[in-house]
């Protein structure tokens, strides 16, 4: 039993936590090495708070923590953490309040990315888009619960293959992260610079971040 297990199934909450049980594996996999380096988070969708206490715990109280949430009630648990909380509202499907949390938060960046927000494909796509380059060199960006692609009311779709469902917009990131192989075609190589893997889970894209500048060379041959 990892420490977030430990957390969901033995320790009293405060406040209501949803998750999938299979996640915690995968947050512990890509979120351990931060534990005692203090990593600043970005979670949008906090709903009822548990995940804020959730986080605290996982990382000892030494982290901090922007919690982004639609509901206007939410922003009253911002008293109730020990000043590492910061809890902000908006619409993560607007792309004028990205811009407006990107300006008045400009030189923040993030060791960890969640969106565990509201799952439409609009939402994951465009914070997707606005937020990765605020990923820390080092960070994790994890969109969750994107079995909604599969999903007609949250505008999915499994048999349409719709190009524009988040399981189907990521895909693309196969494509972008062998970009140097790719003959004939421009495509841009910034995300092979910056990213070191994907990971592909049951309901969760996790990308981990990497600056590698370097043109990969011809492969060494060993006798």
């Known amino acids: 039993m990892n420490k977030l297990e430990e957390f969901f199934y033995n320790v009293p909450k405060k406040h209501t936590i949803h998750k999938w049980k299979h996640y915690f594996e995968i947050?512990?996999?890509?979120?351990?090495?931060?534990?005692?380096?203090?990593?600043v988070i970005l979670e949008i969708g906090v709903s009822k708070g548990g995940s804020l206490d959730m986080w605290n715990y996982y990382f000892d109280n030494n982290c901090t923590i922007y919690g982004l949430d639609v509901e206007p009630g939410c922003k009253s648990l911002e008293s109730e953490y020990p000043g590492n909380v910061h809890i902000v509202i908006g619409d993560q499907g607007n792309p004028q309040f990205w811009d407006t949390f990107l300006m008045n938060n400009n030189n923040t960046m993030f060791d960890i990315i969640i969106d565990d927000g509201g799952h439409y494909m609009n939402q994951q796509i465009l914070s997707y888009?606005?937020?990765?380059?605020?990923?820390?060199?080092?960070?994790?960006?994890?969109?969750?619960?994107?079995?909604?692609?599969?999903?007609s009311s949250y505008g999915g779709g499994y048999l349409k293959k719709d190009p524009m469902t988040f399981i189907e917009y990521s895909k693309n990131?196969?494509?972008?992260?062998?970009?140097?192989?790719?003959?004939?075609?421009?495509?841009?190589?910034?995300?092979?610079?910056?990213?070191?893997?994907?990971?592909?889970?049951?309901s969760v894209v996790v990308l981990d971040k990497k600056y590698d500048g370097e043109v990969p060379s011809a492969p060494v041959i060993l006798a």
């Open 129 to 151: 888009e606005k937020l990765y380059s605020r990923v820390k060199n080092g960070g994790v960006y994890l969109c969750e619960d994107t079995h909604t692609s599969y999903w």
């Open 27 to 39: 947050y512990d996999k890509h979120f351990k090495k931060f534990i005692g380096k203090s990593p």
């Open 173 to 202: 990131f196969i494509d972008y992260i062998n970009a140097y192989h790719v003959r004939g075609h421009s495509m841009s190589l910034d995300f092979r610079k910056n990213t070191y893997c994907i990971s592909f889970y049951d």
